[in-house]
């Protein structure tokens, strides 16, 4: 331990004693009584050190007598101005330049009044150049007194030993870096302690300090890395830099080897709508350089605002964006549908507090089952829909093609037919990229239902449309959050292939577009919403371990474990056959494709749920070939990977099916008293 530290335990463990506590808050009713003769001492200590300096020790014993009338007097005088400017009432402990100020102004209009005092006061008369020498060593004392208690306060009386106490560098442009480091500073219980910034816009060849805090270009820091040796994160403080500048500033500070974190915005904590202490891991998105995203929010509002909206699946990663997005443009009614009570449960919690005046109805239900879910539509006069329930693990489905094609292919079946049946204005589907010329099962249950929501467009007055798009980061059972848990175990990372990429988005970037979409349809499109460049998927796992101060395959391994059935090297965007058109959103493409004919999906679907009833996995592999002709299909790979998990469909409930041939029998609680009702404000 050097011995700055060993210096500030010491004061630690000592003003932390619980003696010294009780007595400092014994002490605190009597502080001006405390603070007012410390300050004559400080007022005498400063006339007599000046008289010193301007005449000498010996002058000083020689005139002792004739001085003290003038102390008096002087003192008076500083005792009233400084009352007067409040400066016995301030807690040191947070003095500032302002206080400074004060101070200066303070004592000189003292030293004036003295001055003019003793202009007519004969015993006051002392040299002129006194004056002066007197009136700067008060400043110095009394000013730098209280420094040195905000100093001692900040350094030394923490809640928190100071081995407990994190170092950290600062990143960021000096203008954004400044206000924050104030806070750091002034805030004895944080964590973090800036020992260095570092300012990706500068180039100096000299090192100047802020507040006594170093202030490094990232040339000098990476010339000599060990300026940095001892510091336990690098914090970015840089809200408004772009993630590509983000992206290249941890690429070169990477052979640090230490976590990055940042900051929330400045606004956000001197606002006090957040802490300082709000410090939180550099997530892989704040470094992927995506597009903004331009939406018409009177175009969103137009067909949201004052209307009865229905989410399926409002309790998944884009359920339930959709639904806070959906909340904020003040719908008439938010109907919210989710088979799983805890995810549902969660979304009851946080819609009416996040949006007090939300008319909110959730209903513990499945698309699957047809009449429910069609009593429901009548029932809340629903008038737009969006569809986000699905299976969506492609691993999962490949091994279980009955229950995928159960939920994904007849279930958004019985939800489009209801929405029709209803006379909803607007039906929404979610898809996935997987959908494009697919190689799995999820991807062609998932094409399967696109085609279901086309042929409906053209048999009912309803305006029913797709809205495609890739990976989202952060999504349940995404790539990012089993990344993360892998580097929390240690590692290794499991990477499908070396070249393997994929198209991602974030989830509110994701759901914005799809409301984009929503209100540009007039009916039958797929909307293929632009991600951006692709991402390997490789070298995103080594930027996540360099986000967490390790090194990719040394201190974490990245292990290639090989494509898993129905995976493959890319997605793509379009359909063998579909052709690319613009839409009056630059993030917003249409894919268009050879009309779809009602009659022959109902026939489909009907084939479909007879071979679900039969439990014929082999037929319903075949009716994907028969309906998807680029389906392309790893069955060999498929059937192993059944074998090792030995994950088959639950089988469905044949008489359930016989009853009706659309679905399930109604569940005696969808639409009626399965559902939850909640009015804002309750």
Request: net charge positive; aromatic share 8%; glycine share 6%.
């Amino acid at each position: 331990m050097d011995p700055i530290s060993w210096l500030y335990n010491r004061l630690y463990n000592l003003l932390n004693r619980r003696t010294v506590k009780r007595a400092a808050k014994a002490l605190l009713p009597f502080r001006l009584v405390l603070i007012l003769p410390f300050h004559i001492g400080l007022f005498a200590f400063s006339f007599y050190a000046a008289f010193v300096l301007c005449e000498g020790w010996s002058a000083l014993f020689e005139m002792q007598s004739f001085l003290v009338m003038p102390l008096v007097a002087l003192t008076a005088i500083h005792l009233v101005v400084y009352q007067f400017y409040n400066l016995f009432q301030g807690h040191w402990r947070y003095v500032s330049f302002d206080d400074l100020v004060n101070i200066v102004r303070a004592t000189v209009i003292s030293s004036l009044i003295f001055y003019g005092v003793c202009m007519v006061w004969e015993r006051g008369c002392i040299s002129d150049r006194h004056y002066l020498v007197e009136l700067i060593v008060s400043i110095v004392l009394v000013g730098g007194v209280r420094f040195v208690v905000r100093n001692i306060r900040e350094n030394m009386i923490q809640t928190r030993p100071i081995g407990t106490i994190r170092r950290i560098a600062l990143v960021g442009p000096l203008r954004k870096v400044q206000p924050l480091l104030k806070e750091f500073l002034s805030n004895a219980d944080s964590l973090y302690r800036p020992v260095a910034i570092i300012d990706p816009e500068i180039d100096y060849s000299v090192i100047t300090r802020i507040s006594d805090v170093p202030l490094y270009s990232i040339g000098q820091v990476m010339a000599r890395p060990k300026r940095l040796r001892g510091i336990r994160s690098i914090v970015f403080c840089w809200p408004g830099a772009s993630r590509k500048a983000m992206d290249e500033t941890v690429e070169i500070l990477t052979p640090l080897q230490v976590p990055f974190k940042t900051v929330p915005p400045v606004d956000d904590i001197l606002s006090e709508k957040v802490s300082i202490s709000e410090i939180r891991e550099v997530e892989i998105d704040d470094l992927l350089e995506r597009p903004p995203v331009d939406t018409d929010m009177e175009a969103i509002g137009a067909y949201v605002k004052d209307k009865v909206v229905l989410v399926s699946g409002g309790g998944g990663s884009i359920g339930s964006e959709l639904c806070r997005q959906i909340a904020g443009y003040s719908p008439k009614k938010l109907v919210v549908v989710e088979r799983s009570e805890n995810s549902l449960y969660d979304l009851l919690l946080e819609l009416p507090r996040s949006f007090p005046d939300l008319n909110l109805h959730a209903v513990i239900s499945s698309i699957n089952d047809g009449p429910g879910i069609s009593s429901l539509l009548k029932k809340q006069q629903v008038e737009v829909v969006f569809h986000a329930a699905a299976y969506k693990h492609v691993p999962l489905m490949e091994a279980a093609p009955l229950e995928s094609a159960y939920n994904n292919i007849l279930g958004t079946f019985h939800l489009s037919r209801a929405a029709a049946s209803a006379g909803a204005k607007r039906f929404v589907m979610i898809s996935t990229d997987k959908a494009v010329n697919p190689t799995n099962v999820m991807g062609v249950t998932k094409r399967i239902a696109e085609m279901i929501v086309q042929a409906f467009d053209r048999s009912s007055s309803t305006q029913f449309m797709t809205v495609r798009f890739g990976n989202v980061l952060g999504s349940a059972g995404s790539v990012i959050p089993i990344f993360k848990k892998q580097i929390a175990h240690g590692g290794p990372l499991t990477v499908t292939h070396p070249d393997i990429v994929r198209f991602f988005m974030t989830i509110p970037e994701a759901v914005q577009l799809v409301l984009q979409a929503g209100c540009q349809g007039r009916g039958g499109e797929i909307f293929v919403l632009d991600m951006g460049q692709p991402v390997n998927i490789a070298k995103l796992a080594e930027k996540l371990i360099t986000l967490c101060g390790k090194r990719p395959y040394e201190d974490i391994d990245i292990q290639f474990t090989g494509l898993r059935p129905g995976e493959k090297m890319y997605e793509e965007l379009f359909n063998t056959g579909e052709s690319l058109t613009r839409t009056a959103h630059p993030r917003i493409r249409a894919a268009v494709s050879t009309p779809v004919d009602k009659d022959e999906i109902d026939l489909q679907v009907q084939k479909i749920a007879d071979l679900i009833r039969q439990y014929d996995r082999a037929g319903l592999m075949q009716a994907f070939f028969d309906l998807v002709p680029g389906y392309r299909a790893d069955k060999e790979a498929a059937d192993a990977l059944r074998r090792q998990q030995d994950i088959s469909d639950p089988k469905v409930d044949r008489s359930a099916v016989a009853a009706d041939k659309n679905g399930r029998r109604a569940s005696p609680d969808a639409g009626k008293g399965g559902s939850i009702g909640v009015r804002g404000g309750m």
